[in-house]
């Protein structure tokens, strides 16, 4: 119980301190763009009603995880096959380094052209790019399975899916849950992004057309709105993680305790 007590003080110790800081910087403030904190904590219940969190939040969240899911579905598909196989990766690495380095919002307009405006572009626009943080670490992690564990796995019969699952897979999930994370923040920025091209709501068009109404604090609750996704996302993600990989971590804590 003190445990978590010290860690939820821990965690809450900085963003308060920080909020603290907001708003006792932005008191006094006169500045039509730099809002009083308090002003815009005023206006936030006034802005995000019932009826705004379904109709903008609820959309980007499902574009979010369809965009998501896609990408880890192809990432760690398409990561397996490539770092299983030498031929396979000496052949896919030269086109894999060219795409990875194209940024996605510059795929933007090129996806619009072959997937129109509607939510298919915008979930294509997430896929194109969370999926290179988890392809790229899934690839490391096949790669560096044991020699040992898997000569020990084809010695028992352990083969073909079996093999797959327990071995391959199990030895590399600390390295695709790396992957996993770099790409839940990758998938964040790039669902705001393509919600300002040619949208009808969403975080990203509600934020922009707050902007182009001179509707400065409404602006500045929707970035607020933004942030706290971002951090229910990832308390989530950390949740499923630790219940995941319980048993990495806890062979991490048994070495680090061992003489």
């Not at 509607?118 to 020699?147: F, H, Q, Y």
């Not at 934020?207 to 602006?219: E, G, K, N, T, W």
Request: with cysteine.
């Amino acid at each position: 119980m003190r445990t978590l007590l010290l860690r939820t003080v821990f965690v809450l110790a900085l963003p308060a301190v920080l909020v603290a800081v907001w708003w006792v910087a932005s008191e006094d403030s006169t500045d039509v763009y730099w809002p009083p904190l308090s002003t815009i904590l005023e206006t936030f219940p006034d802005v995000w009603t019932a009826d705004r969190l379904t109709g903008d939040v609820v959309p980007s969240v499902l574009r979010l995880s369809g965009g998501y899911a896609l990408a880890a579905v192809v990432g760690v598909g398409l990561g397996t096959v490539i770092g299983s196989y030498r031929r396979v990766r000496a052949v896919c690495e030269p086109v894999l380094e060219f795409l990875r380095a194209v940024p996605p919002p510059v795929l933007v307009p090129v996806i619009m052209l072959f997937a129109g405006i509607g939510d298919t572009m915008k979930v294509a626009v997430i896929a194109s790019g969370c999926v290179w943080p988890i392809l790229l670490n899934t690839v490391e992690g096949v790669r560096a399975v044991d020699p040992v564990m898997a000569e020990t796995a084809r010695s028992y019969g352990l083969t073909g899916a079996a093999r797959l699952r327990h071995v391959v897979l199990r030895s590399a999930s600390p390295q695709i849950f790396a992957g996993l994370r770099q790409a839940l923040s990758i998938g964040i920025i790039l669902m705001v992004i393509s919600e300002m091209f040619a949208a009808s709501n969403g975080l990203g068009f509600t934020i922009v057309q707050f902007q182009r109404s001179f509707a400065i604090p409404d602006m500045w609750t929707g970035i607020l709105v933004l942030g706290l996704l971002g951090f229910l996302l990832s308390v989530v993600f950390q949740l499923v993680e630790r219940r995941v990989l319980g048993w990495y971590h806890g062979l991490r804590a048994a070495t680090r305790r061992s003489p």
